[in-house]
């Protein structure tokens, strides 16, 4: 093993320099993964989302966790309402937020982002329940296409981006 | 201050990987800054305010650079089944941009991004002012829920933003 010390590099016939001090930052380990099992209609209790989870481990314990995900969401009956709390290390409780509207059919982005729990694995992810027997949330699919009502398939994606930030 | 003139460089002691070219350096962070908001639910009014938890005191590092903040705020239709709100994003005094959120019994959270150039080295606010189209009528209130649960209940919610400040050297 040899290390070199210097403080900055600098590709042969260009004139920047790269400082090595700007190359703290840096993504470690990547993962993702695409759902396209169809619609989910949750239960009134809560329940892992299908697709909207992972077990995880972190190359690292000092690392910094980057979680995106995109899914669609719609409804059966017009005003959908769904709670959300999304988690890290299993049971660590990051946020909660509902997902509602009047007739709601749209894809939405969702960026979480956390310390590592350590080098162990445990789950990243949405549990999700309805609101009840009424109002009720589609996920995954839709409720109007193509100018009928039809459900599509819809894709969810995960893309955890596990990085060391700069210090 | 020591300086390496090369094309790549081996970053890995394993021999059987290839070097690593240094343009492929050349996209790096160079400041990062990042914030959580858990003070709850934030009433707003008919004026512009900026957003707690939606905006940063930033300085940035190089004036070349590009500063990307990334935004994830949740929010409720409160008072009126449509909710209507105004959003304006800027940075050091410029508006970036305008938007509404607003829909019929809207629950949500959104994650918005916004790419700007740095305005330098000295500090500004980045972020976003927000009102309601009427106080505490047909109002869109961040970081708060109206149905939970099952039944109607205000949870309190987190919001986040990161801020990324990167160059993209001979990318």
């Not at chain 1, 960026?111 to 694995?121: D, L, M, P, Q, Y």
């Not at chain 2, 639910?41 to 900026?50: A, I, K, M, R």
């Not at chain 2, 994830?72 to 508006?95: D, K, Q, R, T």
């Not at chain 2, 500090?123 to 649960?149: F, L, V």
């Amino acid at each position: 093993m040899t290390t070199l010390r210097v403080d900055n590099l600098q590709q042969q016939n260009r004139e920047y320099l790269l400082p090595v001090s700007q190359l703290q930052q840096r993504v470690i380990k990547e993962y993702r993964q695409t759902y396209q099992n169809g619609s989910w209609d949750p239960s009134d209790s809560y329940a892992w989302a299908p697709g909207l989870w992972v077990d995880y481990q972190p190359a690292s314990a000092s690392s910094r966790i980057r979680c995106t995900m995109t899914f669609n969401f719609s409804h059966t009956n017009g005003h959908a309402i769904a709670s959300c709390v999304f988690y890290s290390n299993g049971s660590t409780e990051q946020g909660r937020h509902s997902i509602a509207g009047q007739s709601p059919e749209y894809r939405h982005v969702y960026v979480w982002e956390f310390a590592s729990w350590g080098t162990g694995k445990a789950r990243i992810g949405y549990q999700i329940r309805r609101h009840g027997g009424s109002n009720i949330p589609r996920f995954f699919g839709t409720h109007h296409w193509d100018g009928v009502g039809s459900n599509q398939t819809g894709t969810s994606q995960i893309l955890i981006e596990e990085y060391l930030p700069i210090s | 201050m020591s300086t390496l003139i090369t094309d790549r460089i081996l970053l890995d002691p394993r021999t059987d990987l290839a070097p690593t070219p240094l343009t492929e350096l050349g996209y790096r962070v160079v400041k990062q800054t990042r914030a959580n908001y858990d003070g709850g639910q934030w009433n707003p009014d008919t004026n512009y305010n900026w957003v707690p938890g939606m905006f940063n005191d930033y300085t940035p590092l190089l004036a070349n650079s590009r500063i990307r903040m990334t935004l994830m705020i949740p929010y409720v239709g409160l008072n009126a089944a449509h909710g209507i709100s105004h959003w304006i994003f800027y940075a050091n005094g410029v508006e970036q941009g305008r938007h509404g959120v607003s829909g019929e019994h809207v629950e949500d959270q959104r994650t918005y991004v916004w790419d700007v150039a740095s305005w330098g080295t000295s500090s500004a606010r980045i972020g976003y002012q927000m009102r309601a189209y009427a106080n505490d009528n047909h109002e869109i209130r961040p970081y708060t829920t109206r149905y939970w649960d099952g039944g109607g209940s205000q949870q309190n919610c987190r919001g986040q933003y990161v801020i990324e400040e990167y160059l993209a050297q001979g990318v």
